[in-house]
């Protein structure tokens, strides 16, 4: 048991939960956080209450920024900002079939005796439909920014994730929210959640093949496992009847009875009939 508060680094972006330690943030607060290009400042979105969770392993909170963190930090935004219109401008000028996602800029650290510290660094994140030859962009946006340019191409996953939106489920997208890495995803799994076999009922912002389909895959594995095939005979708690749906997130199936051909809905313990194995319903 301990503490957690939930940050954000950009307005209406993924969340992350830390530990605050001996600092106590409000909603609206701007907190330090700990990444791979040095502290960064975010926003408190989540004060910090206490959670009945093991929090041992969650990063905590550096400490509350200050006007030097603050000013440091809207400066990187504006560095993004120009990077991206230039690297937009080049682009076209250079009529490259690339689109920019997303910019990273790290500044460059402080002299420390005759080491002169990490040069400025700008990424620029893109997608294209094929390889790219960008080393003349590359070498013409570096001068225009005067720092060390590295582009990087995100494959329509990826540009999801960093981009962000709506599914069709009216939430935000699983990639941009909770999920840490991608799984493949097969048609067979949209066939085994009796799913629509159409591109555009089971493919997501990014174009592919949906995430949720992977990971609520076992629960419908373990559904057809153990209940009766759609058109089995079977007996209930009201009679005889015949399966002709499923309802997998009720834990039930859907029978219409043999005495008056009504339908009726029943939970899959009190169901009784023959089972067909999983490998012989969905065998391809």
Not at 269 to 274: D, H, I, W
């Amino acid at each position: 048991m301990g503490m957690l508060c939930a940050v954000t680094f950009n307005r209406y972006g993924k969340l992350y939960y830390l530990d605050p330690g001996e600092f106590r943030p409000r909603v609206g607060d701007k907190v330090l956080v700990h990444t791979d290009d040095g502290p960064e400042v975010a926003d408190c979105v989540w004060a910090a209450e206490w959670s009945e969770e093991d929090t041992s392993g969650f990063p905590k909170v550096i400490g509350i920024a200050g006007p030097d963190d603050v000013t440091r930090d809207e400066l990187i935004r504006q560095r993004k900002a120009e990077a991206r219109v230039a690297a937009n401008r080049l682009i076209r000028e250079h009529q490259l079939p690339m689109k920019v996602i997303a910019v990273d800029h790290v500044p460059g650290g402080p002299a420390d005796g005759d080491d002169p510290g990490p040069s400025p660094r700008t990424t620029v994140y893109f997608t294209a439909p094929h390889r790219v030859d960008f080393r003349s962009l590359v070498r013409d946006l570096g001068a225009t920014l005067r720092c060390r340019v590295e582009l990087r191409q995100l494959s329509a996953r990826d540009s999801a994730k960093v981009q962000g939106g709506i599914g069709s489920c009216g939430r935000d997208l699983c990639c941009s929210t909770f999920l840490t890495e991608f799984e493949p995803v097969s048609i067979r799994m949209a066939k085994e959640q009796d799913l629509p076999l159409n591109p555009m009922r089971i493919s997501g912002a990014c174009g592919r093949l949906m995430c949720c389909l992977k990971y609520e895959h076992p629960m419908y594995q373990d559904f057809h496992g153990s209940a009766p095939a759609i058109g089995e005979q079977v007996s209930t708690p009201e009679g005889d009847g015949r399966v002709v749906g499923h309802s997998v997130p009720r834990d039930a199936v859907v029978i219409r009875l043999a005495a008056d051909g009504s339908r009726t809905v029943c939970p899959k313990a009190s169901v009784c009939g023959s089972r067909k194995s999983y490998e012989d319903r969905y065998a391809v």
